[in-house]
């Protein structure tokens, strides 16, 4: 490369002027992915608690629900409280139903997390024989602009409305007990 140019002192100073923009156009860019960054974790930092925080979740919950709910089962046979499943298929799973709802216009993309129970006389191939008559965990795509209401049939209503009851639900996790 020929930098003969550079011995006209305008010159000099115009590539100095252009190397100084460039490395602070670069940092200013850099700055804003790092900004963008920053809010994305700022927000999920929101529904981050400490082990300290789940430790007083879970002693609530087995001294209140969890004891009433076990008043009706075997002692031998108390009802599950925790539930599992592999990190790369809850991944595939959020894709997917994050891409089914980018295709059918959901911005507000959400997860509804429900309660239900197995059947003793379920004969679902997929589901484990010990989890039979046990309380179980499911999930759901949801529409979180749709508003909010405490009557579950209209928030079903508002999903099959936007065609959400079209995409799967997962279940199928590791439930705990039965041990």
Excluded: C
Aim: hydrophobic letters at 35%; charged letters at 30%.
């Amino acid at each position: 490369m020929d930098y003969k140019f550079l011995e006209k002192k305008e010159n000099f100073f115009l590539a100095l002027s252009f190397w100084v923009f460039t490395r602070y156009f670069l940092k200013f860019i850099n700055d804003i992915f790092a900004f963008h960054k920053q809010i994305n974790m700022s927000n999920l930092e929101k529904h981050l608690i400490s082990a300290e925080q789940t430790k007083v979740l879970a002693e609530e919950y087995i001294k209140s629900n969890y004891a009433e709910i076990n008043k009706k089962r075997p002692e031998s046979k108390p009802d599950s409280k925790m539930y599992s499943i592999d990190l790369d298929v809850l991944q595939e799973y959020l894709q997917l139903i994050s891409d089914e709802m980018e295709k059918r216009g959901v911005k507000n993309k959400g997860v509804k997390v429900s309660l239900g129970k197995y059947s003793e006389y379920s004969k679902d191939p997929k589901l484990k024989p010990e989890y039979l008559g046990y309380q179980m965990i499911f999930f759901s795509p949801t529409d979180l602009g749709r508003g909010q209401s405490e009557n579950r049939n209209a928030i079903d209503e508002m999903d099959a409305a936007s065609n959400m009851d079209e995409i799967p639900d997962l279940n199928y996790m590791n439930i705990t007990p039965p041990y």
